[in-house]
DNA sequence: GGTTGTGAATACATTCACAGCA
DNA sequence: TGCTGTGAATGTATTCACAACC
């Protein structure tokens, strides 16, 4: 056989490794509902997508369904958590510690879902009276804190003017993922991941269909 | 000339209406910073995409530079609030006055970008303490209120199991443009727009990089 | 019959490259 | 000379459609 490429080696699109999250959603649904099998179909009705791109998307990473019966659902969910790396845990930090900051850190949800936020960095030395054990700690703590714990992603919820002073200072601790809450489209290089959260280009970028109905 | 579609009755890609508010958010900056001027250069450098897809976007919808200068910041900042319906404010509604609820009313970033939270929603009568002036209403409340006040736009913060039930109730009341903080992939017709803040699957779509390096 | 996995076909998005203009 | 606006070319993503299989 010749030059046919491995799985692993293969170049897989940003959009698909952006759904592979959205697939395990609804397959952990679904095994707690108690189902083991579901179809391509199926979960394809579950997102409005066409089943074909879901089967298409698995076809990256290897075989995983049979015939004539769909995918075995536990078994999906491993092998997709490996591809991902959410079979591990990941540390965590967050820089800004305000209003937005302090929702974050007391938010339940991050850690069951495999982020552990293990560190909380602000300038000003507000220490505010958090509920969970997470000290904020001054910037000059950063870069040991992101060695001494093995911090390898950030969120980033400080003013717009020094978000991207901080994202620059994360990129020289080695950072190479980052959640940005604040409200600018931060330059990185090409090998830092970043991902938006951005409520009000959300909103913006909807009204363009409100006004032709 | 024979069969050319006007501007106006020209398919916009979704891609491109998303990127409107980000060129938009440049521009303002630039107009504070007291430029008059901008290159399609300048501004992708800004953004870290290509100049071309700057013009190629702005060109969906008019002609907006100058040959050999640029394009007139304020001028087009003007027109392009008009393409995307950022000319005018408009009225939102929020259902689910937790904590998540209660951080998205209080945050003062909105109004200025013509958002206005006119009312708050939910199931259980709690009556949170609110620094703003906002109301929390029950349920039944939610179509006499989304028509006094016209309301076209509405913001999800209920937990994820109640969260589709909510929506589709939106969806019965005549909203076409739903910003969804449940951790959901809501089903809706075609003719609703969903923008989804999932922190969640922002950090689980971003590991899968950090494996590979 | 029902469903996967996948090349081929189609649709969509980005970039090129250059005429046209200030 | 410097930059826009835009068809043409290229690159990417989605869908089709069907052989292979349970």
Redesign the pocket.
């Known amino acids: 056989m010749i030059s046919s490429k491995t799985k692993s080696s293969m170049f897989v699109?940003?959009?698909?490794i952006q759904?592979i999250p959205i697939y395990l959603r609804i397959l952990q649904e679904e095994l707690n509902f108690g189902n083991n099998v579901?179809?391509?179909?199926?979960?394809g009705n579950r997102l409005q997508?066409?089943?074909?791109?879901?089967?298409?998307?698995?076809?990256y990473f290897?075989?995983?369904?049979?015939?004539?019966?769909?995918?075995p659902i536990a078994f999906l969910v491993d092998k997709l958590k490996v591809v991902v790396g959410l079979e591990q845990n990941w540390n965590a930090c967050i820089i800004g510690a305000g209003r937005l900051g302090q929702s974050i850190i007391n938010y339940p949800g991050f850690s069951p879902e495999g982020f552990k936020i293990v560190a909380a960095f602000d300038s000003n030395n507000k220490s505010y009276s958090d509920e969970n054990s997470i000290p904020i700690l001054g910037m000059e703590k950063l870069s040991k804190t992101i060695q001494d714990k093995s911090i390898r992603v950030a969120i980033v919820s400080v003013p717009a003017i020094e978000a991207q002073k901080v994202i620059d200072l994360l990129i020289i601790e080695g950072i190479k993922a980052i959640l940005n809450y604040a409200p600018i489209s931060p330059k990185v290089p090409n090998d830092v991941v970043v991902r938006n959260i951005d409520p009000i280009l959300s909103l913006q970028s909807m009204t363009y269909y409100l006004k032709r109905n």
Chains 1, 2 share one sequence.
């Open positions: 699109p940003e959009v698909v759904r579901i179809s391509s179909k199926n979960l997508m066409s089943s074909a791109q879901i089967r298409k998307d698995l076809s290897g075989k995983f369904g049979k015939q004539g019966q769909g995918y």
